[in-house]
């Protein structure tokens, strides 16, 4: 995924100087580019993520989101054109008075103009028009996956961790207001190996 975050930006802000603090996902640059050597292949078998288009906020297990104390329903993004809806459906989850978020981008609107996938992140960094950070993270359940945002936020407590589940599709997941690096990655990764479960399930 690229960019900006889709549900992210609107709905929620970062703690510090009231600024937004967008994810990493949302619009992508169009026009097909020449495939980067350094983008990691998908190599276990491709997931399908059509079922949760509509549905984006039942791909996080509710034993999951409970363990992270998130117990309100989730607020459903639908795919739109606007630079915050352009990435794909999406669905944010607050604790609310606690300025801590989290929330899940389905990419597919990216994998539709043709800059889907892990391969849109890295083509976003390479232009750096927006997104400035990017960087390998461990395999999520056998699949790859990098940090990536606006600028490297993890010390700060906001961790983006887009998880390629086909050569042209991934996901985002964006944890924001945590207490640090470890504890906004370990939600995000949390988060992340459960929608692959879910996926493999569905």
Same mark, same amino acid.
């Given at each position: 995924? +690229?960019? &900006?975050?889709? #549900?992210?930006?609107?709905?929620?802000?970062?703690?510090? *100087?009231? %600024?937004?603090?967008? /994810?990493?996902?949302?619009?992508?640059?169009?026009?097909?580019?020449?495939?980067?050597?350094?983008?990691?292949?998908?190599?276990?078998?491709?997931?399908?993520?059509?079922?949760?288009?509509?549905?984006?906020?039942?791909?996080?297990?509710?034993?999951?989101?409970?363990?992270?104390?998130?117990?309100?329903?989730?607020?459903?993004?639908?795919?739109?054109?606007?630079?915050?809806?352009?990435?794909?459906?999406?669905?944010?989850?607050?604790?609310?008075?606690?300025?801590?978020? +989290?929330? &899940?981008?389905? #990419?597919?609107?990216?994998?539709?103009?043709?800059?889907? *996938?892990? %391969?849109?992140?890295? /083509?976003?960094?390479?232009?750096?028009?927006?997104?400035?950070?990017?960087?390998?993270?461990?395999?999520?359940?056998?699949?790859?996956?990098?940090?990536?945002?606006?600028?490297?936020?993890?010390?700060?407590?906001?961790?983006?961790?887009?998880?390629?589940?086909?050569?042209?599709?991934?996901?985002?997941?964006?944890?924001?207001?945590?207490?640090?690096?470890?504890?906004?990655?370990?939600?995000?990764?949390?988060?992340?190996?459960?929608?692959?479960?879910?996926?493999?399930?569905?």
């Amino acid at each position: 995924m +690229l960019l &900006v975050s889709a #549900g992210f930006t609107a709905a929620c802000t970062s703690t510090t *100087g009231g %600024a937004a603090s967008p /994810a990493p996902s949302a619009s992508a640059p169009t026009g097909a580019s020449t495939p980067d050597p350094e983008v990691p292949k998908v190599t276990g078998s491709p997931l399908d993520a059509g079922k949760y288009v509509a549905e984006t906020c039942s791909i996080v297990p509710q034993d999951v989101l409970a363990s992270l104390r998130y117990t309100d329903a989730g607020e459903y993004q639908p795919q739109g054109n606007t630079p915050t809806t352009q990435a794909g459906p999406s669905c944010l989850w607050k604790l609310r008075g606690e300025g801590i978020g +989290l929330s &899940v981008i389905l #990419g597919t609107g990216n994998r539709d103009r043709g800059a889907g *996938g892990l %391969a849109g992140a890295y /083509a976003a960094y390479r232009q750096g028009v927006i997104t400035r950070f990017l960087e390998r993270a461990p395999d999520v359940e056998g699949y790859p996956a990098i940090y990536v945002d606006v600028q490297d936020e993890r010390s700060m407590g906001s961790c983006g961790l887009d998880v390629g589940i086909a050569d042209d599709l991934a996901f985002d997941v964006y944890a924001q207001g945590y207490q640090g690096q470890d504890d906004s990655c370990a939600a995000a990764n949390q988060v992340a190996a459960s929608i692959i479960k879910t996926l493999k399930g569905a």
